[in-house]
């Protein structure tokens, strides 16, 4: 039998707008690199370059361009969120998917579970100030609520020095940690989400 293959979709919650140079697309895409290593089909959107309405219902009407996101959200197997770091928070752009998935809550599937349920997410954070633990938390806990699965050592992170301009995109090259993080988050989230496929979690 063959095995269904693992998608997995990248969303991108940098403030800066396709094609400016981003720190976080470079994680992101450092991510999906990784995923792709174990078999698992990618794709990635940078979220400020649609216009994603404020609200919590699926869709907020007059243009609102977050249906078509929610889409691709519902056909990836992986959720792979990663947003820059603003005054130790995530970013707006990445508070604005939060808010957006809860509508999510209400939503079930044909065995009424949770429409999230069997999903996995994992989280990326840059920045040159702290802050990615604090964010790794904020998302982790949204994201649960709303039905996906968080693997083992599902963040990777890069905060720069204390009080330096330096970012993620500047280094010459991806630091040990990082990089090895990295590697083991792609792992775990592709075998995880490969067992959720196979196996999603039963009804209650």
Same mark, same amino acid.
């Given at each position: 039998m063959t095995t269904p293959t693992v998608r997995a979709l990248a969303i991108t919650c940098s403030l800066k707008p396709s094609p400016a140079p981003s720190s976080s697309v470079l994680l992101g895409d450092q991510i999906l690199?990784?995923? =792709?290593?174990?078999?698992?089909?990618?794709?990635? !959107?940078?979220?400020? *370059?649609?216009?994603? &309405? %404020?609200?919590?219902?699926?869709?907020?009407?007059?243009?609102?361009?977050?249906?078509?996101?929610?889409?691709?959200?519902?056909?990836?197997?992986?959720?792979?969120?990663?947003?820059?770091?603003w005054v130790g928070q995530?970013?707006?752009?990445?508070? =604005?998917?939060?808010?957006?998935?809860?509508?999510? !809550?209400?939503?079930? *599937?044909?065995?009424? &579970? %949770?429409?999230?349920?069997?999903?996995?997410?994992?989280?990326?954070v840059v920045g040159n100030e702290d802050g990615a633990h604090h964010i790794t938390a904020s998302l982790f806990q949204g994201l649960g609520d709303f039905g996906f699965t968080?693997?083992?050592?599902?963040?990777?992170y890069w905060n720069g020095e204390a009080m330096h301009s330096t970012d993620y995109l500047d280094l010459k090259e991806t630091p040990e940690a990082v990089a090895s993080t990295t590697a083991s988050l792609a792992a775990n989230a592709a075998h995880l989400a490969a067992l959720l496929k196979k196996d999603n979690y039963p009804a209650s």
């Open positions: 690199t990784e995923l =792709r290593s174990h078999g698992v089909a990618t794709s990635t !959107l940078r979220l400020v *370059d649609y216009d994603i &309405r %404020p609200g919590v219902e699926t869709d907020m009407g007059d243009g609102d361009q977050w249906p078509e996101i929610r889409e691709q959200i519902l056909a990836a197997d992986i959720l792979v969120v990663v947003t820059p770091t995530m970013s707006s752009v990445a508070q =604005r998917m939060l808010e957006r998935l809860d509508a999510e !809550l209400a939503e079930t *599937d044909d065995r009424g &579970r %949770p429409i999230l349920y069997g999903r996995v997410a994992v989280v990326g968080i693997p083992a050592q599902g963040a990777t």
